[in-house]
């Protein structure tokens, strides 16, 4: 790690990773999306027919329990992010954090740095864990082909874009129940009724631009090619990375220049 990062950030990044990993409930939200994936994951692959190159999604029918751990791993990257920070409001213990850490700049980078990597390991390890069972338990019902291994990748990405987010949306509502239900609001029903409300108007180019809207279309290998709301794959990912950077940055601003 020293030889990547700067030496006088690492302490501030093994910091942020221990409360993360301190917290028993913590703990048991990250098992969470593997147990998913495991689930789902067996579930539709002993239950799915023979791939269809024609059907939904592109990986197969298989593989749904591969998505479903996927969504169940970006909700607990954007949970993690937002305890990173909301969660020191909380508890009030953001004044003590900067005490010891008084370089704001260091502070924020090491949350979002320590948080991400959260993400990034949770992603990997859901990912496998499908991975195997589709060997095991789905052979011949899925190809483990170029479109597979964008979904892996893609996950990846999404998944610490998320934490990122979560991290700036803490940061920025200094409240962990608040930006939980915004988050999570935004992300089940407000983005998904904006986009049968800009479809009606003939705006789906408009939804495309939206953060769930990116997620769903850069993990999906082209599956919903024909749907207006959803971006190419590398675009959506563009799209979905302009927001962590945008809901990162505002959280950085607001702990810089407010008083806590």
């Not at 996927?70 to 508890?91: C, D, K, P, Q, S």
């Amino acid at each position: 790690m020293t030889s990547v990062l700067p030496a006088d950030l690492v302490p501030g990044i093994e910091s942020e990773a221990r409360k993360v990993a301190a917290l028993r409930q913590t703990r048991l939200l990250l098992a969470a999306p593997i147990a998913v994936a495991l689930i789902a994951t067996l579930i539709t692959a002993l239950m799915s027919g023979p791939a269809d190159p024609t059907g939904q999604p592109a990986t197969g029918a298989a593989t749904i329990g591969l998505y479903l751990g996927l969504i169940a791993v970006f909700v607990v990257a954007a949970l993690l992010g937002i305890a990173a920070t909301g969660g020191e409001y909380r508890h009030d213990s953001m004044a003590l954090t900067v005490l010891f850490a008084p370089d704001r700049d260091h502070l924020v980078t090491a949350k979002y740095v320590a948080v991400a990597a959260y993400a990034f390991a949770l992603a990997l390890a859901a990912e496998l864990v499908s991975v195997l069972v589709l060997l095991a338990a789905a052979r011949g019902k899925f190809e483990f082909g170029w479109r597979l291994v964008e979904v892996l990748g893609a996950g990846l990405f999404v998944a610490v874009c998320w934490a990122v987010i979560g991290a700036g949306v803490g940061l920025l509502l200094r409240t962990v129940s608040g930006a939980v239900w915004l988050v999570l609001g935004w992300a089940f029903a407000l983005e998904p009724l904006i986009w049968v409300v800009a479809d009606g108007f003939g705006a789906s180019g408009f939804a495309s631009l939206l953060p769930v809207s990116a997620t769903v279309a850069g993990v999906s290998a082209g599956s919903f090619e024909d749907a207006a709301v959803f971006a190419p794959t590398p675009a959506a990912l563009v799209v979905l990375a302009l927001w962590a950077g945008a809901v990162g940055l505002a959280g950085w601003w607001d702990l810089r220049n407010r008083d806590l």
